[in-house]
């Protein structure tokens, strides 16, 4: 499956973004999707994911109640609404795709088969 991550930008602090990652393939709907981050210096984190057998998600800790993903199968595509950003979030956001379904598949690195490009996210003070 190839992904194509878009919707980043420069943001001041407290605004909100939607990122958007499109999928090709007629078996989107078997794979889980996750949103990861890596900020200059630092290694890739987990974020955000959603699991396709049951459309579980699940959030790290430092995004609970201000990101939410979600996806729709007819489009092929998943979302990332980030709301109340901080400086914090700022980074190269990628998406991916798995096809796990359990809950340490779906919340790390190498549970994830395929990336796509990433997207710049900037949030300024």
């Known amino acids: 499956v190839q992904l194509q991550a878009s919707g980043g930008g420069l943001v001041q602090a407290g605004g909100s973004l939607r990122l958007s990652c499109a999928a090709s393939?007629?078996?989107?709907?078997?794979?889980?999707m996750g949103w990861f981050r890596q900020a200059p210096g630092k290694e890739r984190e987990f974020v955000a994911a959603i699991r396709w057998s049951d459309s579980s998600t699940y959030y790290a800790d430092s995004v609970k109640g201000r990101f939410t993903i979600s996806r729709d199968n007819a489009k092929n595509t998943v979302y990332l609404q980030m709301n109340s950003l901080k400086p914090e979030d700022t980074a190269v956001y990628y998406c991916a795709a798995t096809t796990s379904s359990t809950v340490m598949g779906v919340t790390t690195l190498r549970g994830y088969d395929y990336w796509g490009q990433g997207t710049q996210v900037t949030v300024s003070s």
């Open positions: 393939g007629r078996t989107f709907i078997r794979y889980s």
